[in-house]
């Protein structure tokens, strides 16, 4: 159904899911220092409703609103939202919290495969035995450079709660992403007009979760307006951007492979690293070399 592109528009999909994982490698950063400040929930709630807003405010300019004739695909996108983003966020942040950002991207490397044999059973998706060569070098590559032993943040805290819920944010991605995926193939919606149904329906979820999570006691908030500032921009480039991105990816490559390359966020970490004085091993420069080699075949 997607085939009959030109060799451009073959690499869109590719493309955007890199970008994405350029774009949430700077913000698993800050947000792993913002979730000390203000709780998951609220974190997840907040980078919501700035994306929402931006996206209100570039649909009308951009020309990316259609008339949606399928319903069902809306309602796929909302469920698909509620899921990846509403829970599978909320996870995401909470495992920050209790992991670090490594260990927590090292789990997140489950989602790709997931979301590979979900999209393969339920939407009868099916890969290259090249393309499966390359998820596994890819993933193997991001998995070897994250699983270095480093000094995690909140290491003292339970560790067997940080990883249920990285696993609960690996699984509601998978099927967040499938559900996108479903949605965008059988409809002709835009990247980020779909982005803006899956961010309403996620960012309603948390507030219900916020409802009924309202009685339970957190340090205050230090409000401040460059804590305001870190937080739209972290959302613009990270949720606005982000899920734009992913959206694209999701629109133009299997499940598999977009979820695959969205995954490689730790690769593009390392250079930054180096920018502010980290020195990098062999180690990392190995398992690098190997995600080349795997993003190298699925961009075949």
Known sequence: MLNGFSLGENLTGEIAALSTAALWAISAAIYSLLGQKIPPLLLNFLKGVVAIALIALTLPLSGQWHDVNQQSSVFILLTSGAIGIGIGDTAYFTALNYLGPRKTLLLETLSPPLGAILAATFLGESLKISAYIG????????????????????????????????????????????????????????????ALFRLLAGTGIVLILMFFRRQESSP????????????????????????????????????????????????????????????????????????????GILFQ
């Open 135 to 194: 998820i596994i070098l890819t993933i193997f590559g991001v998995a070897w450079v994250i699983s270095e032993k480093t000094p995690e943040i909140n290491s003292q805290r339970p560790w067997r709660q940080g990883i249920a819920w990285a696993l609960i944010a690996a699984i509601s991605q998978a099927v967040g992403a499938v559900l996108s995926r479903q949605a965008l193939v059988q409809s002709g919606m835009s990247s980020l007009q779909s």
């Open 220 to 295: 205050p908030i230090n409000w401040s307006l460059r804590l305001i500032a870190i937080i739209i921009i972290t959302a613009f480039g990270s949720t606005f951007l982000g899920i734009w991105l992913q959206q694209t990816a999701l629109k133009f490559s299997p499940v598999g492979i977009a979820q695959t390359l969205t995954a490689t966020s730790p690769l593009f970490v390392l250079p930054i690293a180096v920018m502010m004085g980290d020195r990098i091993n062999l180690r990392a420069i190995f398992g690098v070399m190997i995600a080349l080699l795997g993003i």
